[in-house]
Nanobody, 124 residues
Framework: QVQLVESGGGLVQAGGSLSLSCTAS????????MGWFRQAPGKDREFVAS????????RYADSVKGRFTISRDNAKSTVYLQINSLKPEDTAVYYC?????????????????WGQGTQVTVSS
């Protein structure tokens, strides 16, 4: 059974930064792509970023390009999301997910395992 545990959320002022982490256990982390998604109150869950198994390919939602950076450390079984220039509209619960393939994926239906989420709140 795969377990994903996110950390690093919090309350931050607009323009600030946060670094989210997600540590995985249960199977070969380096074989699978990882993704970050978010869900704001009253909205559907949306894709944020994904990274392939070896970390060489990343994809981002247009709304976060240039502000968010996804990375991974396979030796630590951890994926990161660096969030800069935060905006109030970035307020959401952020989830990490693991896919069953090594390739970047943007559709949440293609991900197999999910973390419990970490709250990011941006004040204006």
């Amino acid at each position: 059974q795969v377990q994903l545990v996110e950390s690093g959320g919090g309350l931050v002022q607009a323009g600030g930064s946060l670094s989210l982490s997600c540590t995985a256990s249960g199977r070969a982390f380096s074989s699978y792509s990882m993704g970050w998604f978010r869900q704001a109150p009253g909205k559907d869950r949306e894709f944020v970023a994904s990274i392939n198994a070896n970390g060489g390919t990343t994809r981002y939602a247009d709304s976060v390009k240039g502000r968010f950076t996804i990375s991974r450390d396979n030796a630590k079984s951890t994926v990161y999301l660096q969030i800069n220039s935060l905006k109030p509209e970035d307020t959401a619960v952020y989830y990490c997910a693991q896919s069953p393939t090594p390739y970047t994926l943007i559709n949440d239906e293609h991900y197999t395992y999910w973390g419990q989420g970490t709250q990011v709140t941006v004040s204006s």
